[in-house]
């Protein structure tokens, strides 16, 4: 799947990018659609604006906070906090959880070999 706005039929471009249609420039980020196969792209603070927003591969809508969760590697029992969009704030601010994760057991490796000499 993937793909973005220049995927759609002419007709939805149109009506979906506006007064944007006619003008110059890729405007790639908008109306992106995740892939099931590739890496996922840069997950934002605010998934649902034209400029930012990502698309459920599969289906024609945004993003849950659940999915937008589990994309950062959050496990399921992981609660946030606070409005809808502070939500989504939460997890576009974050570092992946297995990233950190794996970060963090290489420091402990450096600081043990350090320690070691």
């Given at each position: 799947m993937g793909g973005y706005w220049r995927d759609l039929p002419l007709d939805i471009q149109k009506e979906y990018?506006?007064?944007?249609?006619?003008?110059?420039g890729g405007k790639t980020g908008m109306a992106r659609r995740l892939s099931l196969?590739?890496?996922?792209?840069?997950?934002?603070?605010a998934?649902?604006?034209k400029q930012t927003e990502r698309c459920h591969p599969l289906e024609t809508r945004p993003l849950t906070v659940r999915e937008y969760a589990?994309?950062?590697?959050?496990?399921?029992?992981?609660?946030f906090a606070g409005s809808l969009s502070s939500q989504?704030?939460?997890i576009g601010n974050a570092v992946p959880v297995n990233l950190s994760y794996a970060i963090g057991r290489s420091l402990i490796r450096l600081l043990n070999d350090i320690e070691m000499l």
């Open positions: 990018m506006g007064g944007s249609f006619e003008l110059e196969d590739e890496p996922s792209l840069t997950l934002t603070c998934p649902a604006q589990r994309i950062q590697t959050f496990p399921d029992k992981w609660k989504y704030k939460q």
